[in-house]
C-alpha cells in the first residue's frame, strides 16, 4: 500500500516537473488552432473556444512561475569569478542574438489593430446613449438588435488584419524560438561562470515562455469581437 501511495506521487510530481521542463519550440508546435469563423460563431462556440484557448494559457504561465522558483535555486549560490574565461561564450552569444528576428511589438500592433474605426466607434456610443435614455423594453430590445449588427460590421472589418498579425506573430515564433532559447542558455552560461550561479537548461525557457505568452493574449483578445449567437 504505502509502496503505492509513493509510486503514486512520483507519477504525478514527475509529470508536473516534465510539464515545467517543456520546450518552447514543443509548446509553439502545439500552439491552439485560430478561431476562424468568429464572426459567425455561437455563444457555445465561443465559450468552448474560450475555455480551450485559457486551459492552454494557463499551462504555460503554470510553466513559467515555476522557472521562477527555480531561478531563486539557482542564484542561492552565488560565488562570484570576475577572472572566469567566459570570451569564446560571448562570442557565440553576439552571433546568437544576431540571427534573432523579433524587433516587432506585435501586443502594441494587435491592440491598436484592436481600435474601432471612427464611424464604428461614434455608432456605438450614439446607441449606447439611446439605451440609457429610454426605459421601453421594446425600444432597449430594438437598440440591442442594432448594437450586435454594429459589433457584427465591427468584427467583420477587424478581423482580416487581426488575423494577419496573429499568422505572422506565429510565424516569428516558428522562425525564432529555437534561437532565442539557445541565446539565453549562453547568457545564463555566462552568468553561471561569472557569479557562480547554479546552471539549469530549463531557465533559458523563460523569455520564449513570455512571448508565447504575448501571442496568445493575442488569440484572446480577438474573442472578443464574437457577437456570439443563440
Not at 460563431?41 to 473556444?49: G, I, K, L, P, R
Not at 534573432?100 to 491592440?111: A, P
Not at 491598436?112 to 435614455?133: L, N, V, Y
Not at 539557445?182 to 547554479?198: F, H, M, P, S, V
Request: overall charge negative; charged content about 25%.
Amino acid at each position: 500500500m504505502i509502496k503505492t501511495v509513493f509510486l503514486f506521487l512520483f507519477i504525478m510530481l514527475s509529470g508536473h516537473v516534465l510539464f515545467a521542463q517543456e520546450k518552447p519550440t514543443d509548446i509553439v508546435n502545439q500552439l491552439p488552432d485560430y478561431f476562424s469563423n468568429i464572426c459567425s460563431a455561437t455563444n457555445d462556440e465561443v465559450e468552448a473556444y474560450a475555455e480551450y484557448l485559457g486551459a492552454f494559457a494557463d499551462k504555460v504561465h503554470e510553466s513559467l512561475n515555476l522557472l521562477s522558483d527555480l531561478e531563486e535555486k539557482a542564484h542561492k549560490t552565488v560565488k562570484t569569478n570576475p577572472n572566469a574565461n567566459v570570451k569564446a561564450l560571448q562570442q557565440e552569444y553576439v552571433k546568437a542574438e544576431k540571427a534573432l528576428h523579433i524587433s516587432r511589438d506585435f501586443r502594441n500592433e494587435f491592440s491598436k489593430a484592436m481600435d474601432p474605426t471612427e464611424e464604428i466607434k461614434s455608432r456605438f456610443e450614439m446607441i449606447g446613449k439611446q439605451i440609457e435614455e429610454t426605459s421601453d423594453w421594446q425600444k432597449i430590445e430594438q437598440l440591442g438588435n442594432e448594437l450586435l449588427k454594429v459589433k457584427a460590421e465591427y468584427c467583420e472589418s477587424t478581423y482580416p488584419g487581426l488575423m494577419e498579425i496573429l499568422v505572422e506573430q506565429r510565424a516569428m515564433l516558428k522562425a525564432n524560438t529555437n534561437q532565442l532559447v539557445i541565446k539565453c542558455d549562453l547568457a545564463q552560461r555566462i552568468n553561471c561562470e561569472l557569479l557562480g550561479y547554479t546552471y539549469f537548461p530549463e531557465l533559458s525557457y523563460q523569455e520564449a515562455y513570455f512571448l508565447i505568452i504575448d501571442h496568445l493574449d493575442n488569440m484572446g483578445m480577438m474573442i472578443n469581437l464574437a457577437t456570439g449567437k443563440e
